[in-house]
C-alpha cells in the first residue's frame, strides 16, 4: 500500500473523531516528512521521497490541513 492509500485511510478512519491537523517538513533532496495528528490522539507520520509516484498528490492533499 502507498502512502497516499495510507494516509487516506487514516482520514477516513479518523474523520469523526474532529479536525484533523496537519504539517509538512522539508527534507535534503527533495523528500519531505508529513504528519498528521487526530483530536483523539492517533498520529501519522511518513517520510515522502520526491521519487515517490504519489508525492505531488501528497502535497495536494495535505494542502487541505494547512488551510
Given amino acids: ?3 497516499y492509500a495510507e494516509l487516506r485511510g487514516f482520514v ?3 474523520r469523526e473523531c474532529g479536525v ?3 504539517a509538512t517538513k522539508e527534507l535534503p533532496g527533495g523528500a519531505f516528512r ?3 495528528v487526530c483530536p483523539c490522539g492517533a ?3 511518513r517520510s515522502v521521497s520526491p521519487q515517490d509516484p504519489d508525492a ?3 502535497r495536494e ?3 487541505v490541513f494547512h488551510a
Fill in 43 to 45: 498520529r501519522f507520520g
Fill in 12 to 14: 477516513l478512519t479518523h
Fill in 61 to 63: 492533499a495535505l494542502a
Fill in 34 to 36: 508529513l504528519a498528521v
Fill in 20 to 22: 484533523l491537523r496537519g
Fill in 1 to 3: 500500500m502507498g502512502v
Fill in 56 to 58: 505531488d498528490r501528497l
